[in-house]
């Protein structure tokens, strides 16, 4: 196998035990045949000398993850905290709820009851959806799998459906989270009621997997369609969980936070009432937009005009944006 594949092999074993030892041993039997005897001899001692890092508690061993699911399918490591994300009382609840169903779903499961393992986050866009599935799997304590739909399913045209199988195996045997981000992909192809019978095929096969999967984690979808959503859809999943933008309060909470480690010429309740409707997102984008401008004037901190000009950034872009969703 050619060099740039075996590194890229390795780098994608990365955190597991097993395949990185394959991979390695893969590398020292080319160096071997190379006649590179004493670079092999020193590989092999490096990779006996290697212990097994034990296992997070709790956790299963993780299984390799099906090679054809490469393209589509990524692991991230959460770096986001609770202390991140500013959630509704009713999301808290449910959250907490469901993370102590699934530390006990073993007492849960011996009572003949089910364990809610299946979520599809509702909601517009920059309202912590994505933010969310990443902070919840951090909190499990389980590896997170970003499953890019719009890749899945073009791929998956003029195939078979055999590929969505091993993913849905895999997260049946890996307790994980499976994240199928842009859910609408899904949505869309069965609202526009499209002719293209192989992507009918296609989307059918994934519904009816997302049904009958129980999986070792959780499985969660996230679409920015609400109202439309078709009950064929959403009946499948054991919550919805809504995501919206954020009232005054959680304005407040949130430029409160953003800004704590930076001095303002201003207080967060200056500006609340004229950011309702904005998303997290373009909250985001703000705060950091008036940081920039403080820093490239060298100033210390950010004065109320600076936030006041970001604020009118924001405002132009949403114009903007506007404009293109119209013109389409
Ligand atoms: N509830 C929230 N609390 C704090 N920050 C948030 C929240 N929601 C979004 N953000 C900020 O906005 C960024 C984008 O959010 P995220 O990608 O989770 O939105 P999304 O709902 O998944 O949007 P999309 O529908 O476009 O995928 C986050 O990385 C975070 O910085
Ligand atoms: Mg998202």
């Not at 034990?54 to 299963?60: D, H, I, M, Y």
């Not at 202390?83 to 009572?111: A, M, Q, V, Y």
């Not at 981000?181 to 009816?208: C, K, P, Q, T």
Request: proline share 4%.
């Amino acid at each position: 196998m050619a060099r740039g594949e075996l590194m890229k092999k390795l780098l994608s074993s990365y955190g597991r035990d097993d395949e990185f030892r394959g991979v390695v041993e893969q590398i020292i039997s080319e160096e071997e045949k190379k006649n590179n005897r004493v670079l092999a001899r020193s590989l092999r001692k490096a990779l006996d000398g290697l212990t097994t890092r034990p296992q997070a508690k709790g956790l299963s061993p993780l299984v390799p993850f099906p090679d054809e699911a490469g393209e589509f399918i990524q692991r991230i490591e959460p770096v986001h905290t609770p202390d991140d994300i500013i959630l509704t009382h009713d999301n808290i609840e449910l959250f907490t709820g469901l993370l102590d169903e699934f530390r006990k779903s073993e007492t849960i499961k011996r009572h003949g009851l089910p364990v809610r393992s299946k979520l599809l986050f509702c909601g517009p866009p920059g309202t912590g959806k994505t933010l969310c599935a990443e902070v919840f799997a951090g909190q499990l304590g389980l590896p997170f799998f970003f499953v890019k739909l719009d890749s899945l399913i073009s791929s998956f045209l003029g195939e078979t459906a055999t590929n969505i199988r091993k993913t849905f195996e895999f997260a049946r045997r890996q307790p994980c989270v499976l994240f199928f981000d842009e859910f609408d992909a899904i949505a869309r192809s069965r609202e526009e009621g499209n002719d293209h019978s192989e992507l009918r095929r296609v989307v059918n096969s994934l519904l009816i997997f997302i049904d009958q999967i129980q999986p070792g984690g959780f499985l969660i979808a996230a679409t920015n369609l609400d109202a439309h959503l078709d009950p064929a859809i959403w009946r499948r999943f054991d919550e919805v969980v809504w995501f919206d933008h954020p009232d005054e309060a959680m304005v407040r909470r949130y430029l409160t936070n953003a800004l704590k480690n930076t001095e303002t010429e201003f207080e967060a309740e200056d500006f609340v009432q004229s950011l309702a409707d904005y998303s997290y997102a373009e909250l985001e984008k703000i705060c950091n937009q008036a940081k920039k401008i403080s820093l490239l004037d060298r100033r210390k901190s950010i004065s109320k005009k600076d936030f006041r000009d970001a604020i009118r950034y924001a405002e132009r872009r949403r114009m903007r944006l506007r404009k293109l969703s119209n013109n389409q």
